[in-house]
């Protein structure tokens, strides 16, 4: 089974802080992505990450960085949190041809 | 970009019966549709998927149909137990691997 370990279910962090959250898996999958889940939104794509040290942008990526150091950990940044970013992050993960594969996510709440 | 629109928003059917989800997309590269599961507190998870080369798949109760000429895919669920109760998302991509498109999402609720 594939497993992808995202390291918090819930944070609560203050405005202007900078947030890290983990993801982690241990397939030696390429493709990595993190998702903010919001209702009535559905899942909209923040980053994502085809190998080490490579990056994209998806369809949301302002106030937010990512870093992949090692194929195995795909990090999401909040450089300066700000409350419009309480929601629910998802990561996942896909093999070459592969579906994606979710994590738990992360309930983070900004006060 | 691909564009999925995904229909209801919330759905609830009496046990037993049967409950159809719809989406279009609206790219007609896209040739990968998915469709996830997610139960209260837990991430999507994969239920089904079908590909642009394939009308309809079935898995036990569930199946799914792609109409490609007019771009929309169903969602199927017959024989609906309790457990069903969830939100389902649709999703499109031209490619397995990458970033996938999603639809906002229908909230099943299966009434014993």
């Known amino acids: 089974d594939v497993k992808v370990t995202q390291s918090s279910r819930y944070l609560v962090k203050r405005t202007g802080e900078k947030v890290f959250l983990e993801c982690v898996q241990d397939m030696d999958h390429e493709n990595m992505f993190w998702y903010r889940q919001d209702p009535g939104l559905g899942l909209r794509l923040i980053y994502f990450?085809?190998?080490?040290?490579?990056?994209e942008k998806g369809d949301i990526p302002e106030g937010y960085s990512v870093s992949r150091e090692k194929k195995e950990r795909f990090s999401l940044i909040l450089e300066s949190a700000s409350t419009n970013q309480t929601s629910m992050y998802l990561c996942?993960?896909?093999?070459?041809?592969?579906?994606?594969?979710f994590g738990d996510g992360t309930r983070l709440s900004i006060l | 970009g691909e564009n999925v629109e995904q229909h209801p928003s919330t759905l609830s059917v009496q046990e037993g019966d049967s409950a159809v989800i719809k989406c279009t997309y609206s790219?007609?590269?896209?040739?990968?549709f998915p469709w996830y599961k997610q139960e209260l507190g837990k991430g999507p998870q994969l239920i089904i998927d079908?590909?642009?080369?394939?009308g309809e798949k079935k898995d036990q109760r569930i199946a799914v149909t792609l109409n490609k000429t007019a771009k929309h895919f169903s969602l199927h669920i017959t024989e609906t137990q309790p457990e069903d109760s969830a939100v389902y998302f649709c999703a499109a991509t031209q490619n397995t691997g990458n970033q996938f498109y999603f639809g906002t999402g229908t909230s099943l609720t299966v009434i014993p």
């Open positions: 996942a993960l896909a093999g070459k041809d592969q579906p994606q594969h």
């Open positions: 790219d007609s590269a896209s040739n990968y």
């Open positions: 079908i590909r642009s080369n394939v």
């Open positions: 990450s085809y190998d080490v040290k490579m990056k």
